[in-house]
């Protein structure tokens, strides 16, 4: 269709506004929806678009494209990178096409052809704004077909660009059991990058790279955000150079992180960007998190029924798979109302710890006589669902697997490398191994009515190189992470039904790459509610509560050693996709009804908890948290207000629920079924004496723009909080 000299994409109060003319595409505006522009209001939009002329610049004003590059007076990071034996280094890429259109389901989608002549590539870069306000960018990389010799990309990154407002950056650290920490920094002049390097995105993954006002919270602020939907290596940078970026102030972008020599191009050969999703918001923090989940919410793949209440054998038996306890382990879950259970590591060949059998996976004749359909089918004969735990991309050097394919193993023809948690690297992208992996995935899945996959991946990928014809090291996380989206894909096909868990060590592959591919995430191995408060609270940032796996664990967590209450763990774990990893054989009666009581809460609130929005306060004490979910209409939620430390103050005092419409009617009372919290006073605030007995009537504007004083709770001590409209419509 005839596309106009400037196209806008609007969609959920948010435009991109981009200018088709000249050598090369720019974006005018992105941010903040303009309205329907008239020519006029374009003409005026591209008017402000031209920048100075600056001492010691170019002759001509600066622009930055949507394909930026030296030749239009970029000193940044250029689009694409690359060269053929060192040369064709300086890519001119000019516009050869475009394509416009509106989506279905709102939204609208913008194609831009490129040609560069120097590197002798053609360049489709797809900017699609969906209902949400998210948009998805994502460019293709084709040799031309004329093109004399191998073009080796050494980098492509996709940018938007900022306004001098946006002058703050948040974005993630972590490590094994504290993943996605929360870092602030200005931002200053010049470039702040982040390159992950473990052949996943990893614990201190950056997660999603936010630029905003200074001093932007969850509930305020203007912000930008983007996220690498990527599973291998990756790479986010913003850059603000002294001159500026155009009449923009800098540049938000990202990619894959390439190796040297790992993606190199011959005629017709084509290589495509992850996807990388920008977003912006007006409302803080919990504005953006609402578009993330918006736009996860609409996919055709996402998951539609109630999401089942879990129980993982891990932290119940460990390696200590008997058959009769397995069993019983299962009546208790089916008791206290759980919905799936999965038993974890320990059941194949020769895993009876965890430095050997990774590899093989076939069950364990020696500890499963029978293989597992004893427990399978006393599972589903309970009605619940069965998992399994794998580590398909794993291998123990002393696995049957091992010693019979040594070709497999990733890693230097030299000699392999580091071991890591006694295991390395099965090099997927090998056909043979691939092929291998998915007829022992099908069968299982197959022969024992597998519901679930909990897929771990618990090393980095160090020294990831694998063999040529001619016994060169070539890098391999690029061909790793390909071969593990086919299989995940193609396991799927196959068992339509099949849901799968991405887990690695924990946290450390959580992005929308692989999430288009599975159903859920295991956001920490850490079940310490006093770690998990944020840990939930910042991977909720990006996936929203149904995707999120949230265990109750034991008294004493296992990863930890630190001793919280029953009623702090378990209110926890409520927002989530909720879970046990505890051995309900040795609870008491008493436990065993609370966590019934739970569960049954849990079932309750589900509804709310997975079609909600997700909203976070900006408290004064850190050590005090009020986060929640609230229905679409602002009418119903459920709150958690959580403190894990003492404070200097003594009152809480007054704290805004967040996202309830300010002009209706709610009625409000305190859950204590799971148990009264432990509070710092003698008397608690009226209101919350009054409604830990019955409903409490309250003004919209009262609880929204006033606020409750909050009890003062002793450390380690969560509150749960429910409102329902008073006048229900």
Not at 30 to 58: M, Q, T
Not at 399 to 408: F, I, K, T, V
Request: hydrophobic share 40%; glycine share 10%; net charge negative.
């Amino acid at each position: 269709m005839d596309v106009p000299n400037v196209v806008q994409l609007r969609a959920a109060g948010t435009a991109v506004v981009v200018e088709l003319t000249g050598t090369v595409p720019r974006v005018l505006h992105w941010g903040e929806d303009l309205g329907e522009l008239s020519d006029d209001g374009c003409a005026a939009l591209l008017l402000s678009a031209e920048a100075s002329v600056l001492n010691n610049a170019p002759d001509v004003p600066r622009r930055f494209s949507v394909w930026p590059t030296e030749a239009e007076g970029w000193s940044g990071t250029p689009a694409h990178e690359g060269h053929v034996d060192g040369t064709a280094t300086s890519p001119r890429p000019r516009l050869t096409g475009a394509r416009h259109r509106t989506l279905p389901g709102g939204g609208a989608e913008l194609v831009v052809d490129l040609a560069d002549d120097v590197s002798g590539l053609d360049i489709v870069l797809t900017y699609r704004l969906d209902a949400s306000g998210v948009l998805a960018v994502d460019a293709a990389l084709t040799r031309t077909a004329g093109g004399a010799g191998r073009y080796q990309v050494a980098g492509v990154s996709t940018f938007l660009p900022l306004p001098g407002r946006a002058a703050e950056l948040l974005d993630f650290t972590g490590k094994w059991c504290r993943e996605r920490a929360p870092q602030r920094r200005p931002l200053d002049f010049g470039g702040y990058a982040r390159e992950i390097r473990r052949g996943k995105p990893g614990p201190d993954s950056p997660y999603l790279l936010v630029a905003g006002v200074p001093g932007f919270r969850f509930r305020t602020g203007e912000v930008w955000g983007v996220h690498v939907a990527w599973s291998g290596n990756q790479r986010y940078l913003v850059e603000r150079p002294p001159e500026g970026a155009g009449v923009h102030a800098s540049a938000l972008g990202g990619g894959e992180l390439l190796r040297p020599g790992e993606i190199a191009l011959g005629p017709g050969e084509t290589y495509r960007t992850p996807v990388c999703y920008f977003a912006w918001s007006d409302g803080g923090l919990d504005g953006l998190a609402g578009r993330f989940h918006d736009l996860l919410r609409a996919r055709p793949q996402h998951p539609a029924r109630p999401r089942p209440l879990t129980l993982n054998t891990w932290e119940a038996v460990y390696f200590d798979h008997d058959l009769e306890r397995l069993l019983a382990l299962a009546d208790r879950a089916a008791e206290v109302g759980v919905e799936r259970v999965v038993l974890d590591d320990g059941w194949f060949r020769g895993r009876r710890d965890d430095t050997a059998g990774l590899g093989d996976w076939f069950v364990d004749e020696n500890v499963w006589p029978n293989g597992l359909a004893p427990l399978a089918d006393h599972v589903h004969g309970l009605g619940m669902e069965f998992g399994l735990w794998v580590e398909p991309e794993m291998v123990n050097l002393g696995s049957e697997l091992a010693r019979a394919h040594p070709d497999w193993v990733l890693g230097p023809a030299s000699g392999l490398g580091l071991g890591f948690r006694h295991q390395y690297v099965l090099n997927i992208a090998a056909e043979e191994a691939w092929a291998y992996l998915l007829d022992r995935l099908d069968t299982l899945v197959g022969r024992y009515s597998i519901d679930y996959l909990k897929w771990d991946h618990n090393r980095d990928l160090l020294e990831a190189v694998f063999g040529d014809a001619g016994g060169a090291n070539r890098p391999a996380v690029h061909a790793q992470t390909t071969a593990l989206y086919r299989l995940l894909d193609t396991l799927k096909t196959r068992h339509p039904a099949l849901e799968i868990e991405t887990c690695a060590a924990g946290g450390g592959r959580i992005d929308l790459g692989i999430l288009a591919r599975t159903d859920r995430v295991w956001a920490s191995d850490c079940n310490d509610p006093v770690e998990r408060q944020a840990i939930q609270r910042w991977t909720g940032q990006l996936i929203p509560p149904e995707l999120i796996g949230s265990h109750v664990g034991a008294e004493q967590a296992h990863t930890t050693g630190r001793l919280t209450s029953a009623s702090f763990r378990l209110a926890t774990a409520l927002f989530g996709h909720a879970g046990i990893e505890q051995d309900l054989t040795r609870c008491s009666a008493e436990e065993l009804g609370r966590m019934a009581a739970w569960a049954a809460m849990y079932r309750e609130f589900r509804p709310l908890l997975h079609q909600g929005r997700v909203v976070r306060a900006d408290t004064e004490d850190e050590a005090t948290l009020l986060h929640g979910v609230v229905s679409r209409d602002g009418t119903d939620a459920l709150y958690c207000w959580a403190r894990t430390v003492t404070s200097a103050a003594g009152q809480s005092g007054r704290v805004r629920l967040p996202g309830l419409a300010p002009d209706r009617d709610h009625v409000v009372r305190i859950r204590t079924d799971l148990g009264p919290p432990s509070m710092h006073h003698i008397a608690a605030p009226a209101w919350a004496d009054r409604a830990m007995r019955d409903w409490v009537p309250f003004p919209g504007a009262v609880l929204a723009r006033a606020g409750l004083p909050m009890p003062t709770l002793d450390p380690q001590q969560a509150m749960l909080i429910e409102v329902r409209p008073a006048d229900p419509r």
